[in-house]
């Protein structure tokens, strides 16, 4: 028998049992606490709340721990591309050769975007954000290609999830080409599946893009730091979209409107603007870090502090090192790296950021690498977007093949008026 806790209510016990994980991660479950006792847990924001068993992700915010599928981060940035980090995702396992042959296949076959939807893409106005652009196509993918069954077929499972995957990345790319008013650029089955991105995305009749490996690795890198990371603002919302069981492209279109947000994924973006702003002022940091320490600024140092991560975000420290190796490699210098570096420096010797456990996360140096790969501003979210792919794909199947799966409907407590009569118009002062 499992251990238990107790409660201790107007006088009457009850029992909560506690549930372990693999890491020993302990967890009160309160399923049965509003049937025996009336009463419900508040807790904004769901700071303290698990609202799922999962197998895919672990991640320990006071050590600095990252595993995918058990595996560290650090090796599979190291030895592993995107496309094999996915299907471990998606698959539990890494594959051998042929499973992974097969996978690329399969991005390869569903890559293109059905013609018509081309027409979407030019009628946006030109100033819309690219995210905006993101969530309506991959919403509108469904009225375009097949939803999954009810009970689906495994091939059917695997061809939707290559799917969503290959057509994301290149209707990322189409958006950019058509947004410049440029001839879009199709993929191509002899290129892997980041090479490719960056090709539809540089590559012009005029000018061929000659693809560099380091350029390929480092976007594969980036790709694999961003591909899950449990239970965040934008998978939640995947998995509570997906819980009233809508299809799969409007849950993920979900979780990309909010990975929009600059407290989220948008912090990629709202970074550079930030080293941007330094920099345009002289490059003085002091005057930023007063304004992000003082309590009446709502100004936050963005790619700073984290929900779970009270140590430094090891995606940030493969990053950094990245940013770092590419820049010599290429023989490149960005002054708002060294910004970046000086601003990390002041802030972990401030008293605030260290009493805050305030450190960098992943999107403080990501929007440099981004820069070196070519990204323009205003994509960097998107890129996000494509890597967090296969973690949005894996939260959603593991939910929906979860035995305990709920429609996910949270309690409140009210603190509105009490009841109270309807006053006609012409009563009303
Ligand atoms: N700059 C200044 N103060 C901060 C910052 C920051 N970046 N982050 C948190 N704080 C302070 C905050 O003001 C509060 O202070 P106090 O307790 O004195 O009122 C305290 O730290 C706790 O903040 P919180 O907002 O309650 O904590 P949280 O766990 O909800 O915050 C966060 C997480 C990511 C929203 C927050 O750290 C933040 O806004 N960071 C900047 C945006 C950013 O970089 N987001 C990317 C997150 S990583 C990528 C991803 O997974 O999406």
């Known amino acids: 028998m499992g251990s238990t806790a107790q409660l201790i209510f107007e006088g009457k016990t009850v029992e909560l049992p506690v549930v372990t994980g693999t890491e020993g991660e302990k967890a009160l479950d309160i399923s049965k606490l509003r049937q025996e006792t009336g009463l ?42 995107f496309v094999e980090t996915a299907y471990l995702l998606i698959n539990g396992e890494l594959p051998t050769r042929k499973q992974l042959n097969r996978f690329s296949m399969l991005l ?34 469904q009225a375009f290609y097949p939803e999954l069954p009810e009970r689906p077929e495994e091939e059917e499972i695997n061809v939707t999830f290559a799917r969503i995957i290959s057509k994301v990345r290149t209707m990322a790319a189409m958006s950019y080409k058509i947004s410049r008013g440029h001839t ?49 603002c934008s998978t939640a919302a995947v998995r509570l979209v997906g819980s009233a069981r809508v299809n799969l492209y409007a849950a993920i279109s979900a979780g990309i409107c909010a990975l929009w947000g600059p407290l989220h994924g948008g912090a990629n973006q709202a970074v ?22 003082d309590k009446n600024d709502p100004f936050r140092l963005m790619g700073f502090g984290h929900r779970v991560y009270k140590t430094y975000d090891p995606r940030a420290r493969i990053m950094k090192k990245t940013c770092d190796k590419v820049l010599a490699k290429l023989k490149l210098h960005d002054p708002l790296l060294d910004i970046a570096k000086r601003l ?20 403080f140096y990501s929007g440099v690498l981004l820069r070196v790969l070519g990204i323009p ?23 929906v093949d979860d035995p305990d799966w ?24």
């Open 40 to 81: 419900i847990t508040y807790d904004p924001g769901f700071a303290n709340t698990g609202s799922c068993k999962s197998k895919i992700t672990f991640m320990d915010g006071e050590k600095g721990i990252l595993r995918y599928r058990g595996i560290p981060i650090e090796q599979l940035a190291e030895h592993s591309t």
């Open 108 to 141: 390869n076959d569903h890559s293109l975007v059905h013609e018509d939807m081309r027409q979407f893409f030019e009628n946006f106005p030109r100033r819309a954000h690219p995210m905006g652009i993101l969530s309506s196509m991959v919403n509108a993918l």
């Open 184 to 232: 879009v650029i199709y993929p191509r089955h002899d290129l892997t599946y980041a090479a490719n991105f960056l090709n539809m995305m540089f590559h012009t009749p005029v000018r061929p893009y000659r693809i560099d490996d380091d350029l390929v690795d480092a976007l594969n890198l980036f790709w694999i730091l961003h591909a899950d990371h449990e239970q965040n």
């Open 272 to 293: 550079i603007e930030m080293l941007t702003a330094i920099q345009k002022s002289g490059g003085d940091i002091a005057p930023f870090i007063a304004r992000a320490r």
């Open 344 to 363: 990390e420096e002041v802030a972990l010797k401030d008293s605030y950021f260290i009493e805050h456990n305030l450190y960098p996360n992943v999107d």
């Open 377 to 399: 501003l205003n994509m960097f979210t998107v890129m996000f977007a494509i890597g967090r792919l296969p973690g949005w794909i894996s939260q959603w199947k593991e939910s």
């Open 406 to 429: 709920k429609l996910h409907r949270p309690r409140q407590v009210y603190i509105g008026p009490e009841k109270r009569d309807y006053v006609p118009i012409e009563k009303r002062r």
